[in-house]
């Protein structure tokens, strides 16, 4: 069996700490993100050959924790990992989603054209990140990568909107 057929992520679930019917206007990011990963994606733990896996992403403590299991059902190593190194990116991106909802009802279309390609640049240094802090645990392709960081960047904004 080719190992590689199976280094993808068949089921995520974000585990999310806010009420029942709490509506977020990031859901459909979310959604998006997460159908992208489940549909197609690369993702392989250096300690596990019986992809694909089931992925459980959370905030807790002001961590993230990655929570893992193979097709066989066996939990693997839970990551968990400092959310401080993704701050600025965090809030630097929220802002260049703020200045493009913004901007669409006024602006010139390279203004949005700008304003989409700072916020492009920040999505791929935030999936650089991610890569990097797990490049010994997990072997994954940048545009999952990306995926993974829209859905930090969902469930720390989640996180702070709960705690206001």
């Known amino acids: 069996m080719d190992a590689t057929k199976n280094s993808h992520i068949s089921d995520l679930t974000l585990w999310e700490k806010r009420e029942a019917g709490a509506h977020l206007p990031l859901q459909g990011e979310q959604r ?5 990963l489940v549909n197609n994606s690369h993702f392989q733990p250096h300690n596990d050959n019986n992809g694909p896996y089931a992925l459980q992403m959370s905030i807790e403590d002001g961590r993230l924790v990655l929570q893992m299991k193979n097709a066989q059902a066996q939990e693997l190593s839970t990551l968990v990992l ?3 190194p993704y701050r600025r990116l965090i809030q630097d991106y929220f802002l260049m989603l703020q200045s493009y909802d913004q901007a669409r009802q006024h602006a010139t279309r390279e203004k949005l054209e700008a304003i989409d390609m700072a ?6 240094e935030g999936a650089e990140l991610l890569m990097g802090r797990l490049k010994d645990k997990i072997d994954m ?3 999952t990568a990306r995926k993974l960081f829209t859905l930090i960047f969902v469930l720390h904004k989640t996180n702070i909107q709960l705690m206001k």
């Open 141 to 143: 392709d940048f545009e």
């Open 82 to 84: 400092s959310l401080k």
């Open 32 to 36: 998006a993100a997460r159908d992208d």
């Open 119 to 124: 916020r492009r640049s920040l999505h791929n």
